[in-house]
Structure formats: C-alpha cells, structure tokens
C-alpha cells in the first residue's frame, strides 16, 4: 500500500491532513501525478470552505 497526503491550512496553519491510499500495483508517475491533482483540488476546497464558513476556527485550536 502506498498514501499520498496534503495538510489542510487554516490562516496559515496545518490543522488537519486528507490522504489517498492504493495498492503499491497501481502506482506509476502518470497515477501519482493525477492523485495529486485530485488532492490539491479538495484541499483548495476544503480551504475554501473553511475560510467562508468558519473563519474564526482558530478559536478552538
């Protein structure tokens, strides 16, 4: 098994993470390149998300 991870930032903090994990079988660069891809784009969503909807977050950490 192989993971690729991302932190999830919040003000320019680290304050959580999303991973994809595959089987090690899958794994070649075109594969990797597109989880990636895959990861940035929920991560920039997930950012997003945050700043809109709980901008003072930074409260509870």
Do not use: H, Q, R, Y
């Given at each position: 098994i192989e993971c690729m991870?991302?932190?999830i930032e919040h003000k320019?903090?680290?304050i959580a993470a999303i991973s994809i994990s595959y089987l090690i079988f899958y794994?070649?660069?075109t594969f990797r390149e597109k989880n990636k891809?895959?990861?940035l784009e929920?991560?920039?969503k997930i950012e997003k998300a945050l700043k809109i909807h709980f901008n003072d977050?930074?409260?509870l950490y």
């Open positions: 991870a991302i932190g320019n903090k680290i794994s070649n660069e891809k895959i990861l929920e991560k920039n977050l930074e409260e």
